[in-house]
């Protein structure tokens, strides 16, 4: 299995970026897939989660601006970014489980087994 994300960069506080997940060897609409953000000193978080049954759920702090979708054809996972704030800068990461299809599993990163490399994103005010 290997996951490349793409698409990070820098951008003023308001603006907009999409970052994409190309998979390979792993099976969409079969387990949790996500995206995570971690930054310098705090805890890894998710910030977009699509179950099985394509159902997505984001926290309080990026809904509304956040939307994570998927091209199974492309076998790609994305995230639109908009809106973007300083507190966004972070790492960010897709992975995608194995064995959980759903519910409060797919919120905890540490039950995810694969991992991309990350890509940056870097919100200026």
């Known amino acids: 299995v290997q996951l490349v994300e793409s698409g990070g960069g820098s951008v003023q506080s308001g603006g907009s970026l999409r970052l994409s997940c190309a998979a390979s060897?792993?099976?969409?609409?079969?387990?949790?897939m996500g995206w995570f953000r971690q930054a310098p000193g705090k805890e890894r978080e998710g910030v977009a989660i699509?179950?099985?049954?394509?159902?997505?759920t984001y926290p309080e702090s990026v809904k509304g601006r956040f939307t994570i979708s998927q091209d199974n054809a492309k076998n790609t996972l994305y995230l639109q970014m908009n809106s973007l704030k300083p507190e966004d800068t972070a790492k960010y990461y897709c992975a995608g489980a194995t064995g959980y299809t759903g519910g409060h599993y797919c919120q905890r990163p540490e039950l995810y087994a694969y991992w991309g490399q990350g890509t940056q994103v870097t919100v200026s005010s």
């Open positions: 699509i179950e099985a049954d394509g159902s997505t």
């Open positions: 060897g792993y099976s969409f609409n079969t387990y949790c």
